[in-house]
């Protein structure tokens, strides 16, 4: 239930973590709350993997009946979005027979909509709260992962959306869950949340994320396929190897992350195949392309914007909702308590 706390929640402890899928996101994951005194138990399907995290100094189960058995107070699923459905019907039937223990489940999947249906379809939707750190490389696997990667970093939490003047809020996310992977994230990690809804965080993170990742490939076939293409790869300099970069993502991963979030990212890309066919159209005609150039000015300007307002939202009442009202707006939440959460915005409201 998202609303009808009444006094403040009493978050779940963050207590141990497991993390399921030891690749660049979870290995960093790992690696980070090891290093920050968590206790943490993970796990990989491959074991040449695990045995590199062993080496790394991690406690690692064999496998995911392993992990369960060490009975960690929250599982993060770290796995590829194609193994998410797989595994959460495995954690089921493992939770199943596990008997009274009662964990909380997240992720870090770049697509919120599909993993929370393939978590409720698993039986899980009522300990889900959705995770997704914004950070990453273009590199996969163990060997690439980092404790400095997810060190700070934001992340999208996302929740089942309250349904508002109905009072029905049933199979909204549970608070005390929440505010557990809020303070994992904003406690060892470091790290601040944006508390989304999922279509929320899909639609934005078509924008600053999977459109680019379309456009970086865009970019490096269109050198692949012209007659000059040795020439220009000799010359080619910063903003083509920055633009580039992120098309070095092993294509298999941007493939499933970029398909997952269709419904999002057709139409955002068809928005700017419109906005180019315009530029097109004035290099065509020698238009004037100002305000191209220029339309995102304030975007531009605003790029790393201090803290301008600072909000304490209680821990009480419908407080999720909140929380979702004051993200919705460019907040993120960046301390957590027992009684409230800190909330900062970046311009002034
Ligand atoms: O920096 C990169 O290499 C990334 O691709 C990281 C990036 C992104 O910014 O798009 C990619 C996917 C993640 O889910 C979050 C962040």
């Not at 159209?281 to 100002?290: F, K, Q, R, S």
Request: include cysteine; proline fraction near 6%; charged fraction near 20%.
């Amino acid at each position: 239930m998202v609303s009808g706390t009444d006094g403040p929640v009493a978050a779940h402890p963050v207590g141990r973590v497991g993390v399921v899928g030891l690749g660049l996101v979870g290995g960093s994951l790992a690696r980070l709350l090891a290093e920050r005194g968590v206790d943490v138990v993970a796990t990989d399907v491959a074991p040449a993997t695990r045995e590199a995290a062993r080496a790394a100094g991690l406690t690692v189960a064999d496998d995911l009946a392993g992990l369960c058995a060490a009975r960690p107070d929250v599982v993060v699923l770290a796995v590829p979005l194609r193994a998410v459905r797989a595994t959460a019907s495995a954690l089921r039937d493992l939770l199943a027979a596990a008997g009274c223990w009662d964990p909380t489940v997240t992720d870090v999947g770049s697509v919120k909509g599909q993993v929370r249906a393939a978590m409720t379809d698993a039986g899980l939707g009522e300990r889900y709260v959705g995770g997704h750190p914004m950070a990453g490389t273009e590199h996969s696997g163990f060997e690439a992962s980092s404790r400095g990667l997810l060190d700070g970093a934001p992340w999208a939490v996302t929740v089942a959306a309250p349904v508002h003047g109905t009072g029905d809020t049933a199979g909204g996310t549970d608070p005390r869950r929440l505010a557990q992977v809020l303070g994992l994230i904003t406690g060892p990690l470091e790290g601040t949340a944006a508390v989304l809804t999922d279509d929320r965080h899909d639609e934005s993170a078509a924008l600053v994320s999977h459109v680019p990742h379309v456009l970086a490939t865009q970019l490096l076939n269109a050198v692949a396929g012209a007659p000059v293409r040795d020439v220009a790869l000799g010359l080619a300099a910063g903003s083509f190897r920055d633009g580039t970069r992120v098309a070095r993502t092993d294509p298999a991963r941007t493939e499933a992350m970029v398909a997952a979030n269709a419904a999002w990212v057709a139409p955002a890309l068809r928005k700017v195949v419109r906005d180019l066919e315009l530029v097109v159209a004035a290099l065509e005609t020698n238009a004037p392309l100002h305000g191209f150039f220029h339309a995102a000015d304030d975007v531009r300007e605003g790029g790393n914007a201090p803290v301008a307002a600072v909000d304490q939202v209680p821990l009480e009442g419908d407080w999720p909702a909140v929380l979702l009202e004051r993200c919705a707006a460019g907040g993120v939440v960046r301390h957590v308590t027992a009684a409230a959460a800190e909330v900062t915005f970046p311009r002034a409201r």
